[in-house]
């Protein structure tokens, strides 16, 4: 399994950007794609995560509490990618992103249970 994020960039407080997050290699359908961040000099830290599962054609989404309302995850189950819009940014929303895939599809915030990841987008907010 394979993950690709990309769309990261230098955007200005208050613009928006959107990452996208390029699966390969999944043959399960029940899985989660989680986004996670690491802002410089801190921990990485849970934005958001969709999931899905037989039966579930749109995925279930679940964000971080400091996060909801300007990022938005949705997906594309069929063509194997999931998006992070990201609305409103602020200085503070600077840093590398990463997304990873959990094949238990639960949309957990821990990120030691996502086994795959990609290798992160560097998003840089000026003020």
């Known amino acids: 399994v394979q993950l690709q994020a990309s769309g990261g960039g230098l955007v200005q407080a208050g613009g928006s950007l959107r990452l996208s997050c390029a699966t390969s290699?999944?043959?399960?359908?029940?899985?989660?794609v989680g986004w996670f961040r690491q802002p410089p000099g801190k921990e990485r830290e849970f934005v958001g995560a969709?999931?899905?599962?037989?039966?579930?054609?749109?995925?279930?989404?679940r964000y971080a509490d400091s996060e909801e309302g300007r990022f938005t995850i949705s997906g594309d189950n069929a063509r194997k990618t999931v998006y992070l819009q990201m609305n409103s940014l602020e200085p503070e929303d600077t840093a590398v992103y990463y997304c990873?895939?959990?094949?238990?599809?639960?949309?957990?915030?821990?990120?030691?249970?996502?086994?795959?990841w990609g290798q992160g987008t560097l998003v840089t907010v000026s003020s």
């Open positions: 990873a895939l959990d094949l238990s599809g639960y949309n957990t915030p821990d990120a030691t249970r996502y086994r795959y």
């Open positions: 290699g999944r043959t399960s359908s029940r899985y989660s």
């Open positions: 969709i999931r899905w599962s037989p039966g579930i054609t749109a995925g279930i989404t």
